[in-house]
């Protein structure tokens, strides 16, 4: 079963970027969706954007449409979170996720291997 591991995370001021890694092992990575997800304290795990197999359909939760790009590399099996125009409503632990399930992957529930996650704090 694939391992995760998250990276990239920090403080960063508002309207600053960050750009979040997650690197798998395995030799079976190009054959997961793969997913971030996002908890604020005293919040529930939130969606954030998603990715397929090949890298050509990615999804999007309305609150970072327009500001995060996720995106992969087979080759390197690392799935990478760009986030720009950091807002203090983005402050969360970031989580990536990898599932084999259905399109759209915007539930947890699509996934059943998930990183530790990072911290990513954006002060105003």
């Known amino acids: 079963q694939v391992q995760l591991v998250e990276t990239g995370g920090g403080l960063v001021q508002a309207g600053g970027s960050l750009r979040l890694s997650c690197s798998a092992s395995g030799r079976t990575f190009s054959s997961y969706i793969m997913g971030w997800f996002r908890q604020a304290p005293g919040k529930e795990r939130e969606f954030v954007a998603a990715i397929r197999r090949r890298g050509d359909s990615t999804d999007y939760a309305d609150s970072v449409k327009g500001r995060f790009t996720i995106s992969r590399d087979n080759a390197k099996n690392t799935v990478y979170l760009q986030m720009n125009s950091l807002t203090p409503e983005d402050t969360a632990v970031y989580c990536c996720?990898?599932?084999?399930?259905?399109?759209?992957?915007?539930?947890?529930?699509?996934?059943?291997?998930w990183g530790q996650g990072t911290q990513v704090t954006v002060s105003s």
């Open positions: 996720a990898a599932g084999t399930g259905l399109w759209p992957a915007n539930t947890p529930a699509r996934y059943y291997v």
